[in-house]
């Protein structure tokens, strides 16, 4: 699907209103949707569920142990988390996904979903964002600006460093999330 849509983005680069590729463009959109939208309405449920935590200097793998008794939720931890890590935190009637954000932001950590009830937990750092996290590369052909000046441009509002010029072709290479790439888009 992915290989797909690039071929159509040349397409409509060429030919904007090219009605049968903006046609196949939207199918195949959809058609990558519908396995994300069935693994975020599994979520969403789990996410949504109240829960209270009450810890005071707990271990921090003791806390993922009862949030995934109250959420029906995996959690995976990489080898670099510490689990023995120290945390309190006293949270009432709050959902799964708030009392997750809050946990992973006060420890510096990140997450990422494996599948539909699994969450991985890895320290958010910038190497293991690149090492974890989906990475996406997308070729862009300039036609109205310097790749020097795009390369700037994308290093200082989408903080992305894998960007890679060539000036005899006028193209800049992103290497980076799904979502960056859509920011740089």
């Not at 071929?7 to 009605?19: C, M, W, Y």
């Not at 990140?110 to 937990?121: A, I, P």
Request: hydrophobic residues 45%; aromatic residues 4%.
């Amino acid at each position: 699907v992915t290989l797909a849509l690039a071929g159509l983005r040349s397409v409509l680069t060429d030919r904007p209103q090219h009605a049968a590729a903006l046609a196949l463009q939207t199918q195949l959109l959809e058609q990558r949707a519908k396995p994300k939208a069935a693994l975020d309405a599994k979520l969403a449920e789990a996410y949504r569920r109240p829960i209270s935590l009450e810890f005071r200097d707990a271990q921090l793998k003791q806390v993922f142990g009862v949030l995934a008794r109250s959420s029906g939720l995996n959690f995976v931890l990489d080898k670099d988390v510490r689990g023995d890590a120290k945390t309190t935190v006293f949270l009432r009637n709050i959902s799964v996904e708030e009392a997750l954000r809050v946990i992973l932001s006060t420890q510096q950590l990140g997450h990422r979903l494996l599948n539909e009830n699994t969450v991985q937990v890895f320290p958010a750092t910038q190497q293991k964002n690149r090492d974890v996290l989906e990475t996406v590369t997308r070729t862009f052909y300039l036609v109205n600006t310097d790749p020097k000046q795009a390369q700037a441009l994308v290093r200082t509002v989408a903080k992305s460093r894998d960007v890679f010029i060539d000036e005899r072709l006028n193209m800049m290479v992103v290497r980076d999330t799904p979502e960056v790439v859509r920011l740089i888009e």
